[in-house]
């Protein structure tokens, strides 16, 4: 191979993630001066040096966070998205149909209702993934079939225990005090107003921890997409591989879901544009719908912040009209082109 061509090869593997990058920098600048209070971008670093302005409190307090959770949540949800659609070879599969979310908010709901989150400020992200890993655990037990697990029958268990879990959900809203249905339901819609620094640090540190980790699994994701039965003759130990991601994805979502509240859509859309870009190969992957997540929640964000100025609107709201849109577009334009084809 000659230099040309060595050099066009890490060229094209390298620009989309350096693009990305930028972009995410370029919008999280944004995020920053964007609001009620509108700040410069060239005033930013002017104000963040300069402790007795308001503009500094408005940034220290409320926008560097937002934005870092948005990175972090929008980074994470993507991430899980990707790794289940690989696991199952399902465009559908993402935290929402298999049943982690509405396990996980059962379990914070539950710690709501029982007063179980006024113990530690960890309690609710405890709660989350307690709730998002029994129910991929239940998921997953009933799925094994003659000792081998039916992909397509963990899919159909996964959406009947969102529906269990959501009806649950309600119930116990139907049956506890007035003061906690409000918390509830603004929780429900999702909400990047997080501001204690141990938990915004937290839930990025751990969705840069499970994106490193997720790397471990990309050439087994690799060999996932040709079936389990051809991925057990390259010699990967399959229910092994399945297990450790569904660990993995069940700790992101049902930590995001803590911190932020239910946010949809983000999980299914960001990893098909993903795949549209850069092809099906996980070492690509992983990055561009990590990257792509996070550009996606933080311009939610600021759509959440503008569009009913001074109020704002549940971040919830957002991504599920914007995701939706997005997807029925999406559907639309692969049915037309297989009807030209």
């Keep these: 191979m000659n230099f040309a061509a060595s050099f066009f090869i890490k060229f094209k593997h390298i620009y989309p993630i350096a693009i990305l990058f930028v972009l995410s920098i370029i919008t999280a600048l944004l995020s920053l001066g964007i609001g009620e209070m509108k700040i410069p971008l060239a005033s930013i670093l002017h104000f963040l040096n300069d402790g007795n302005t308001m503009e500094y409190s408005v940034l220290h307090h409320i926008r560097i966070p937002r934005a870092l959770l948005a990175i ?46 006024a113990i530690s400020m960890l309690a609710l992200p405890f709660a989350g993934f307690v709730g998002a890993f029994a129910s991929i655990f239940f998921v997953y037990t009933l799925s094994i079939k003659r000792g081998a697990i039916d992909t397509n029958r963990m899919l159909l268990i996964g959406v009947m225990i969102s529906f269990i879990s959501s009806s649950f959900v309600m119930f116990l809203m139907s049956i506890t005090s007035a003061e906690n249905i409000p918390g509830i339901i603004f929780w429900t819609m999702g909400s990047l107003n997080e501001s204690n620094p141990a938990l915004v640090n937290g839930i990025l540190i751990l969705s840069v921890v499970s994106l490193a980790a997720s790397y471990l699994f990309a050439g087994s994701l690799n060999a996932l997409r040709l079936g389990e039965i051809k991925a057990k003759h390259l010699g990967i130990n399959t ?49 561009t719908s990590f990257l792509s997540g996070s550009i996606f929640l933080l311009l939610c964000d600021i759509l959440a912040r ?36």
């Design 72 to 117: 972090a949540i929008g980074g994470s949800l993507s991430l899980s998205g990707v790794i289940l659609q690989g696991i199952y070879r399902n465009p559908l599969a993402e935290p929402y149909t298999l049943g982690i979310s509405g396990g996980a908010s059962l379990g914070i709901t539950l710690a709501i209702v029982t007063g179980f989150y």
């Design 239 to 287: 229910q092994k591989i399945i297990r450790l991601l569904f660990i993995l994805t069940s700790l992101l979502t049902g930590s995001c879901i803590a911190v932020a509240g239910v946010i949809g859509f983000v999980g299914l859309i960001i990893p098909h544009f993903s795949r549209l870009w850069v092809g099906n190969d996980y070492r690509m992957l992983l990055i």
């Design 306 to 341: 503008i569009l009913m100025s001074p109020n704002e609107l549940p971040i919830g709201v957002i991504t599920g009209i914007v995701g939706g849109i997005v997807f029925i577009f999406i559907i639309s334009r692969s049915q037309i082109k297989s009807r030209t084809q």
